[in-house]
């Protein structure tokens, strides 16, 4: 097992080319699985997205993440599949934690995985408190939602099995007040929806669409859901175009239409 700092940064090297192959920048989340699926990948000059599936890493050790071939690692834009499989993604490190109850706890600041699998297995968070993956009960819109009732359970029969007597059992809601409470306390509100969109909206992945977008010409009519970003085929894309289209929310159909 590894903690996500300790992959971040490790260059990908082939075993059949014995070359590298991209440098990893981030961590791709299957939502329903809750497994990191892909390693996000980035060459020196900070483009060329690529991605390497968890099941094709052989190891991960101090200098190296080893695959069987360089060609593991796949180029985003020349597969729209992958593209938009990657855009659904769930990016956990910076994210917001909260309680099924609306309480924030902190915000994660990295997290334990099987290299070889993506199996996540512990959060740890930017207040020093740690927490099992099995208690995440949703992972969507910038957040993971957690049941603490989940992690109280299970370390309640470890302490029944103690040879010694038992003092009456404290009711949960006062456990997880003594436990979180002043974590929670010394937390920052969470930032609006409307800011954490924006937040998003600027990362390297959306970065890298616009890099690849601009000067290309799109070779389908694209239309936004509401309407109103409306955009004719020959049309050749401008930073200002590019940048209404994120407005409107239709950069990936704009990535597949070029």
Do not use: W
Not at 2 to 30: Q, T, W
Not at 141 to 156: C, K, N, R, S
């Amino acid at each position: 097992m590894k903690k996500s700092s300790e992959v971040l940064g490790l260059k990908v090297m082939g075993v059949k080319e014995g070359v590298e192959n991209g440098i990893a920048h981030d961590f791709m989340i299957d939502p329903e699985s809750r497994n990191v699926k892909y390693l996000m990948l980035k060459t020196d000059t900070g483009y060329g997205f690529r991605a390497l599936e968890t099941t094709d890493i052989i190891g991960v050790g101090a200098d190296y993440i080893m695959t069987g071939s360089v060609e593991n690692a796949k180029k985003m834009y020349e597969s729209p599949e992958l593209l938009e499989e990657i855009e659904k993604g769930f990016y956990m490190l910076g994210t917001m934690m909260l309680t099924n109850e609306g309480d924030v706890i902190g915000r994660v600041q990295d997290f334990v995985f099987e290299e070889k699998g993506g199996e996540i297995f512990t959060i740890l968070l930017d207040n020093g408190e740690e927490y099992s993956a099995d208690v995440i009960t949703s992972l969507a819109g910038g957040i993971v939602v957690v049941d603490l009732d989940a992690q109280v359970a299970a370390v309640a029969p470890a302490e029944e099995e103690q040879p010694v007597a038992v003092p009456e059992m404290t009711p949960v809601e006062d456990v997880m007040e003594a436990a979180i409470g002043d974590s929670i306390a010394e937390v920052e509100m969470p930032e609006p929806m409307d800011a954490v969109v924006e937040e998003e909206a600027g990362s390297a992945l959306e970065e890298e669409s616009a890099a690849f977008l601009l000067g290309k010409t799109v070779k389908n009519e694209v239309v936004s859901d509401d309407g109103v970003f409306k955009l004719a085929a020959g049309t050749v894309l401008t930073q200002e175009i590019i940048n209404l289209a994120k407005k409107h929310d239709v950069i990936l159909t704009l990535t597949l239409n070029v």
